[in-house]
């Protein structure tokens, strides 16, 4: 049973910090790269950053880099992203899921909400 569930999130100020988290299952994310994808009001989702199976390597968006780090609990099947010094166009809906990921139409978790005011 494939499963993606994404917990942290939640409101802070401009240039402050949060961590989102996800917990994914499922014989299709089995050595797969993972990856952040988020989706802002009005806007298409769009590609965060990264993380290879094997040797770890770390890719990101131009808007996010040296602001976001992305890790993964191979073992735990656990995928963590540390954001600081969030703007508020850091504003969206956070999803984690295989990288590259899936259509729209095929299965995503149900996201969480990461607020940033100015």
């Known amino acids: 049973q494939v499963q993606l569930v994404e917990s942290g999130g939640g409101s802070v100020q401009a240039g402050g910090s949060l961590n989102v988290s996800c917990a994914y299952a499922g014989r299709t994310f089995n050595r797969a790269d993972m990856g952040w994808f988020r989706q802002a009001p009005g806007k298409e989702r769009e590609f965060v950053a990264s993380?290879?199976?094997?040797?770890?390597?770390?890719r990101y968006a131009d808007s996010v880099k040296g602001r976001f780090r992305i890790s993964r609990d191979t073992a735990k099947n656990t995928l963590f992203l540390q954001m600081d010094s969030l703007k508020p166009e850091d504003t969206a809906v956070y999803y984690c899921?295989?990288?590259?990921?899936?259509?729209?139409?095929?299965?995503w978790g149900q996201g969480i909400r990461v607020t940033v005011s100015s």
């Open positions: 993380i290879a199976w094997l040797e770890r390597s770390a």
């Open positions: 899921n295989r990288s590259p990921p899936p259509t729209p139409d095929g299965f």
